[in-house]
């Protein structure tokens, strides 16, 4: 049995890093989103796309990939082009062409094939949160995370807290996003992971969001490994 298993887990591998690896996007928020990528290295992926709620899409990305995934939403295309309130990419365009997200926005974050041929990934709320995500290997033996609640309406302070037109919160900042000051942001004398510890900020992420980075030193807890080549499914409003 375990050379059956051995084996399979090296076709799947080998034929992975001739095909590339697949992130399953999955849709579950009761309105439209806007998927969007980063690419830090590897063949860059998509850049954006519509995603109709329940709709589900694919995403193929090379084998060595690492960037980032996250998505807008409350987005409109106009006479001045497009643009979304939440999760922004500032390109005037559904593609983001290179541009990372403007926060609050809930980071997914990959590095395919990295050392010791793991995959490394993360959710991160470093930067603050805009929807709540769920990351599902589709390898049987790696780790499933998860951000599954809605800090946005139900838990973030008014201080952070980004509004939209009709009065609902469409994005929590983080406190260093707030209020630029060193001990929030792990800077000048709070650099280090001694000196910088979470603060009753990101306490409130970490809460609600055990799996999530929530400030620069959160390592222990938030960042995990998987075999490298399987896919993945991304579940927005989970």
């Known amino acids: ?10 076709l799947n591998f080998f034929l992975s890093g001739i ?8 849709n579950h928020c009761p309105y439209t989103i806007w998927p969007a990528t980063l690419t830090s290295r590897g063949t860059p992926a998509i850049t954006g796309l519509e995603l109709p709620s329940q709709a589900t899409t694919t995403l193929d990305v090379s084998p060595d990939w690492s960037g980032r995934i996250w998505a807008r939403f409350v987005c409109s295309n106009t006479g001045t082009g497009f643009s979304c309130k939440s999760g922004d990419c500032t390109t005037g365009q559904i593609l983001c062409n290179g541009l990372g997200g403007v926060p609050p926005t809930t980071l997914i974050e990959f590095t395919l094939s990295g050392d010791g041929n793991q995959d490394f990934y993360d959710i991160s709320l470093v930067d603050g949160f805009n929807l709540p995500v769920l990351v599902t290997p589709q390898s049987y033996n790696c780790t499933t995370i998860s951000c599954p609640v809605d800090i946005n309406n139900l838990f973030c302070p008014p201080e952070l807290s980004i509004y939209n037109t009709d009065g609902g919160v469409i994005g929590c900042k983080s406190a260093c996003l707030a209020f630029n000051q060193p001990q929030y942001c792990c800077t000048g004398a709070f650099g280090s992971p001694d000196t910088c510890k979470p603060t009753l900020y990101s306490q409130i992420f970490k809460e609600h969001c055990p799996q999530a980075y929530t400030y620069a030193y959160d390592d222990k807890t938030s960042l995990v490994t998987c075999p490298s080549g399987g896919g993945y499914d991304v579940t927005f409003c989970p």
């Open 1 to 10: 049995m375990l050379q059956y298993l051995l084996f399979f887990s090296f």
């Open 19 to 26: 095909h590339g690896i697949t992130f399953t996007i999955h």
